[in-house]
C-alpha cells in the first residue's frame, strides 16, 4: 500500500504564500507523475499542477492550468518521495481542499496505478 499525506495548508490572507508539501511512503518502487489537485464546495475536483518524473535530475517536465498564470510552482525531491507546491499571490477563488496525487507503481511486476491523499485546506481570506 502506498500513502500520501499533505501538510502545509492553513488560513491566509489575500496576496500571500503557501507551500504545501507532499510525502510518499509505503510500497513504492517507482514513482512517476506526482500532482496537486483542488476541490472547492460544489466543484468539481481540478488539476493545479503536475510534474513527471524526472529521473536522476530530481525533476521533470511540469502542467499547469492557464489559471495558475505563473503564481504556483511545482517541484518534487525524488529521493524523499515529495513534492511541494509554491504557492504565491494567493487569492479567494484559490479556497478549497488540495489533494496530493502520485501514480506509483510498488514492483517491478505490478501495473502503475493512482494514489491520492487525504487533502489539505487552504483557506484565503482578509
Known amino acids: 500500500q502506498v500513502q500520501l499525506v499533505e501538510s502545509g495548508g492553513g488560513l491566509v490572507q489575500p496576496g500571500g504564500s503557501l507551500r504545501l508539501s507532499c510525502a510518499a511512503s509505503g510500497s513504492i518502487f517507482t514513482i512517476y507523475t506526482m500532482g496537486w489537485y483542488r476541490q472547492a464546495p460544489g466543484n468539481q475536483r481540478e488539476l493545479v499542477a503536475a510534474?513527471?518524473?524526472?529521473?536522476?535530475?530530481?525533476?521533470?517536465?511540469?502542467n499547469y492550468p492557464d489559471y495558475v498564470e505563473g503564481r504556483f510552482t511545482i517541484s518534487r525531491d525524488n529521493a524523499k518521495n515529495t513534492v511541494y507546491l509554491q504557492m504565491n499571490s494567493l487569492k479567494p477563488e484559490d479556497t478549497a481542499v488540495y489533494y496530493c496525487?502520485?501514480?506509483?507503481?510498488?514492483?517491478?511486476?505490478?501495473?502503475?496505478?493512482?494514489?491520492w491523499g487525504q487533502g489539505t485546506q487552504v483557506t484565503v481570506s482578509s
Open positions: 496525487n502520485a501514480v506509483v507503481r510498488t514492483t517491478p511486476q505490478r501495473m502503475p496505478r493512482t494514489y
Open positions: 510534474i513527471s518524473s524526472g529521473g536522476s535530475t530530481g525533476g521533470g517536465s511540469t
